[in-house]
């Protein structure tokens, strides 16, 4: 099985940026996607950006399309999520998520999760 810890999340003014990091550790060789999701209280959790590992092709929410930016650095076993030009809206506990697949999109069916890093932003 898969583990994932999350960490960078913090509060931030709206314009700024930020990059969540998912350290990623067991079973993480084939096919396998590294999503990352959000959810903002009373909102229903909502995938945002999502890659393949093996290959490192990306799908993103259209709602995000152009301000954030999934990546990978394999060496480290570390999915990140740029975030830039952060809004209120994007306020939110942000988890990465795994799911043994080579297709990561739709954002469903992500069985294995981290604990989830706060972002908190500011007008």
């Known amino acids: 099985q898969v583990q994932l810890v999350e960490s960078g999340g913090g509060s931030v003014q709206a314009g700024g940026s930020l990059r969540l990091s998912c350290a990623v550790s067991?079973?993480?060789?084939?096919?396998?996607?590294i999503g990352w999701f959000r959810q903002a209280p009373g909102n229903a959790r909502e995938g945002v950006a999502a890659?393949?590992?093996?290959?490192?092709?990306?799908s993103y929410a259209d709602s995000v399309q152009g301000r954030f930016a999934i990546s990978q650095d394999d060496a480290k076993n570390t999915v990140y999520l740029q975030i830039n030009s952060l809004k209120p809206e994007d306020t939110a506990m942000y988890y990465c998520?795994?799911?043994?697949?080579?297709?990561?999109?739709?954002?469903?069916?992500?069985?294995?999760w981290g604990g989830g890093t706060q972002v908190a932003v500011s007008s």
């Open positions: 998520a795994a799911r043994y697949t080579a297709y990561c999109y739709p954002f469903r069916n992500y069985a294995h």
């Open positions: 890659i393949y590992r093996a290959e490192g092709t990306t």
């Open positions: 067991g079973d993480t060789y084939g096919r396998i996607c």
